[in-house]
């Protein structure tokens, strides 16, 4: 299996609804605010083409604050995000990888990809994960620690 890894720009936001809508069943006027509002990170997101130039896989990392996110952690856990904040970080917004890819190195490329860059301007990584997901597991394997849930999410983060 062979692919290419480019970098995202603003000019891949409707592939990411799609991909999004697709294989999460999100409401596609939902992910399209998303998208548009949630300081997407086009430079350090990354996507995954096969030979034939389809795409496989795409890593979306955002800048949004983890209060954003989770506005309920500024009442549960005040001192938790002040801390979390004074922190550098960027969030895992989506990483979606087609089902014929899963399991293979593809995810792993995906997220070596913007390594050198993560490493020299971040600190951690925020995670949110959906209950209903099935990547909890793959992220704690990573290392990421939880802080934080509520009813739709875990919250991780991933030292850097």
């Given amino acids: 299996m062979s692919y290419i890894l480019q970098r ?3 000019d891949d936001a409707s592939l990411t609804v799609d991909w999004m809508v697709r294989q999460y069943g999100f409401n596609r006027a ?3 605010d998303w998208v548009q509002n949630l300081h997407f990170n086009w430079p350090l997101s990354a996507k995954a083409l096969d030979e034939n130039g389809d795409v496989i896989g795409l890593l979306n990392m955002s800048d949004y604050r983890i209060e954003e996110e989770t506005p309920q952690i500024l009442k549960d856990k005040p001192e938790l995000i002040k801390s979390l904040n004074t922190r550098r970080y960027i969030a895992v917004f989506s ?3 087609a089902e014929k890819y899963r399991g ?3 995810n792993y490329d995906m997220l070596m990809s913007i390594m050198p860059e993560l490493k020299a301007n971040y600190d951690f990584i925020f995670i ?4 209903r997901l099935k990547t909890h597991q793959y992220w704690q394997r990573w290392g990421a620690k939880e802080f934080y849930h509520d009813a739709e999410c875990v919250y991780y983060k991933l030292d850097i």
């Fill in 95 to 97: 990483f979606i990888v």
């Fill in 8 to 10: 995202m720009t603003e």
């Fill in 128 to 131: 949110p994960v959906l209950h």
């Fill in 30 to 32: 939902e992910v399209e």
């Fill in 104 to 106: 293979t190195r593809l």
